[in-house]
Structure formats: structure tokens, C-alpha cells
């Protein structure tokens, strides 16, 4: 059964974001670039760094981001909110395949999904599904209400970069 959870609609690149079932995420957006440009945007650290964090979150900045973006590599981000304290994401790169997908783990606690984005050509633009997996209902529920919930905001600003 498929649920749709949010949509940007009317405007002319919008995300799409679906619940599929009880643990599954799809969310998806067409950018006018194609998907070599839109490739690197996720696997470069100096481009990554510029949009994953959404403008809504402000005083959140992204202190460290190490990616070794190739099947066996791993990555960490790390974002601070202006004091000592930071929150740490990391986990390890699955499958990678340039310009085509990249597919990684989310291992910082036990209820980590795994990750998968894919980069289609559509005649020069790209088409960007971006897929988790979760290994339980709960952990699905509470992304719905945190991370996954930023996505539209942080496929725009990469939008507004490319």
C-alpha cells in the first residue's frame, strides 16, 4: 500500500515523498542537470557540505563531512549547533556506481535505515529516487517526523545549486 506523505506540488522540479508500507521511504525530484553534475553534488564533500544542511535549521551547521565515496568506503558527517556539543552520522558505502547510484548504510543506532540513490539520465536532466529502508515500523514513524522530513527542503537548495 502506498502513502503519500508530502508533495511540493505546482512547483516545476517538485519532490515527491512516499511511503511504501510499513518501512519503506521513496522520495524523488527531477533537476535540470544531468546526472554526472548531479552525482558529484552527492559525492563530493566540498558540494555535499553546501546543501544537506536545510536553511529552516538555523544556528545547525555541518562541522565535518569525510566521504570515501566507493564501494567499501565509509563516511561521517558531523553537525554542531554553535556549542561543543555535536551529533555524529556515519556508516559505510555499500555500492557505488558513478553518475549511475550510490547505496550506503546509516549506523549510528540500532534502528539505521539503508539508503539507496539513484541518478536516471532523462534526456540531459536527471531523475533522483532516493530510497531508505528501515528495519522496523517505529524507526520508519519517528524519520517521518525528523530527518525524512527535511528532504524537500534539501533536494531544493540542491536544486538551487546546480
Known amino acids: 500500500m502506498n502513502q503519500q506523505v508530502n508533495s511540493a506540488a505546482g512547483a516545476q522540479n517538485s519532490t515527491s515523498v512516499e511511503r511504501r ?12 542537470a544531468p546526472p554526472s553534475t548531479v552525482y558529484r553534488a552527492w559525492s563530493q564533500p566540498e558540494l555535499f557540505q553546501r546543501w544537506w544542511v536545510p536553511k529552516s535549521a538555523s544556528g545547525v551547521s555541518l562541522v565535518s563531512c569525510d566521504m570515501d565515496v566507493r564501494t567499501g568506503g565509509k563516511y561521517r558527517l558531523e553537525f554542531g549547533a554553535g556549542g561543543s556539543d555535536t551529533m555524529a552520522f556515519y556508516g559505510k558505502y555499500l555500492e557505488v556506481v558513478p553518475n549511475e547510484r550510490i547505496v550506503w548504510t546509516n549506523d549510528e543506532g540500532e534502528e539505521g535505515a539503508v539508503t539507496t540513490v539513484t541518478f536516471e539520465d532523462q534526456g540531459g536532466k536527471t531523475r533522483l529516487n532516493f530510497h531508505e529502508v528501515y528495519p522496523s515500523k517505529e ?3 519517528e524519520a517521518l517526523h525528523g530527518s525524512a522530513a527535511a528532504l524537500p527542503e534539501q533536494l531544493e537548495q540542491l536544486d538551487e545549486l546546480l
Open 21 to 32: 508500507g510499513d518501512r519503506e521511504l521513496v522520495v524523488t525530484r527531477t533537476f535540470n
Open 139 to 141: 524507526a520508519l514513524e
